[in-house]
């Protein structure tokens, strides 16, 4: 029972260059980080057996928390300022 369908070329469209891709990929990342941590710095892991001292685990997951926040909070503020030098154009109503 085969059918004779037509055959359609397909092309690729892409709707957004690749670094917009990877900058939302990057976004995503660090958006995972700071869920991740943050969930570890509420709920923190059980004590390592020995000297505080000699681990920084939890140390080391705030700073982890920090960089990507510091990071999320500089370049949304970057692609916000990019936007409004840019004249808003993507939000503008084309309507006469």
């Given at each position: 029972m085969a059918?004779?369908?037509?055959?359609?070329?397909?092309?690729?469209?892409?709707?957004?260059?690749?670094?917009?891709?990877?900058?939302?990929?990057?976004?995503?990342?660090?958006?995972?980080?700071?869920?991740?941590?943050?969930?570890?710095?509420?709920n923190p892991l059980p004590s390592l057996p020995g000297e505080a001292s000699d681990h920084f685990l939890m140390g080391y997951i705030r700073m982890l928390h920090v960089y990507a926040a510091i990071r999320e909070d500089i370049m949304s503020r970057q692609s916000l300022i990019s936007t409004m030098?840019?004249?808003?154009?993507?939000?503008?109503?084309?309507?006469?």
């Open positions: 059918t004779d369908l037509p055959q359609v070329k397909r092309t690729a469209v892409y709707v957004y260059q690749a670094p917009l891709r990877a900058w939302h990929w990057v976004n995503a990342l660090a958006m995972t980080v700071l869920a991740v941590s943050g969930y570890l710095i509420a030098l840019s004249g808003w154009r993507m939000f503008k109503d084309d309507r006469p």
